[in-house]
């Protein structure tokens, strides 16, 4: 089972400002080819109280100057904002210097956009022509994120790898990623298929569990309007739930795999299973980067051992 990484590069308690949480997420792309993770990517935000990454070409740049070995990419750029012929090139001239180790994560997110599967099609056929074939990776490395399943057959009959969003939708994964597969093999494409997978783990169930109920938080005051930093796991210990907050928080935990490194690895593989995954692309937001840097580390090593 492959494992990658992808950063929302978020601002938190720790890293309070934008060039802390851009150094942070920059470091952990040096630290993740260390631990021997195959991709990370960085995603897309804006006019985010809690991210710091608007640009995720730029993170890719600047990421690839600083590793040598793991892949990097987009997850996902939000190809409604732009035209396919820029993101074509910004990523195509990455891949000229970096051969290879470039890949381009692209979304919608909420965005309508009546042009997006034409634009997916000529992603994939113009950057399929600055890569040589691979059995691994999709056509042009072009990978397309979807959480409703409303999507996931696009890639199929494009050639492109598909990456379902359980954390942002934990229902429904099962036959989004089957039409996907479906699809590839009735256009005669090889399928590629990765789950997004958001998870809280450390040495012990109790302080994995505190960085989940700071998590929970965290995404809690989003849903109810407040935007911000993701909180400590003090300020979490410390914090007054009340109920519809607690509601909410049960609701939210079910996107959520917790625990120490071993049960955490093992609902992350029945979940690979069920979900025809040959990839996991692993989420935890933390406010220490100390404490994400050991949640990915403790994982890895996990899943190696």
């Not at 470039?102 to 022509?129: H, M, N, T």
């Not at 990978?143 to 494009?158: D, E």
């Not at 954390?167 to 789950?195: I, M, Q």
């Amino acid at each position: 089972m492959r494992l990658s990484i992808l950063d929302q590069v978020p601002l938190t308690e720790h890293a309070t400002t934008v060039r802390d949480a851009l150094s942070s997420g920059l470091q952990l792309a040096q630290d993740a080819e260390a631990l021997g993770y195959h991709r990370i990517w960085f995603a897309e935000h804006h006019h985010s109280k809690s991210f710091a990454s608007a640009a995720p070409e730029m993170m890719t740049a600047l990421a690839l100057e600083r590793t040598s070995r793991i892949r990097v990419g987009t997850g996902a750029i939000l190809l409604p904002y732009y035209q396919a012929q820029k993101v074509i090139e910004a990523m195509g001239l990455l891949a000229a210097v970096h051969p290879d180790r470039v890949d381009i994560g692209v979304g919608r997110a909420a965005l309508s956009d009546p042009y997006y599967a034409q634009k997916i099609a000529a992603l994939v056929q113009d950057l399929d022509a600055v890569h040589e074939a691979s059995d691994t990776e999709p056509a042009g490395r072009v990978w397309v994120l979807g959480a409703g399943g409303s999507t996931a057959p696009l890639p199929g009959t494009l050639g492109a790898g598909y990456v379902h969003g359980h954390f942002l939708r934990p229902a429904g994964g099962e036959p989004a990623t089957r039409a996907y597969r479906e699809a590839a093999a009735n256009s005669g494409h090889a399928a590629h298929t990765v789950l997004a997978v958001r998870f809280a783990t450390a040495d012990t169930e109790e302080k994995a569990q505190a960085l989940a109920n700071a998590l929970l938080l965290w995404r809690v005051r989003k849903d109810l309007g407040h935007d911000g930093p993701i909180p400590s796991t003090a300020t979490a210990a410390n914090y007054e739930w009340n109920a519809q907050e607690r509601a909410m928080a049960t609701e939210r935990s079910h996107a959520l795999i917790v625990g120490t490194p071993e049960k955490v690895r093992d609902e992350l593989l029945a979940l690979a299973q069920s979900h025809g995954a040959d990839e996991l692309m692993l989420n935890t937001l933390v406010s220490d980067p100390a404490d994400r840097l050991q949640s990915y580390r403790l994982l890895a090593e996990c899943f190696n051992a």
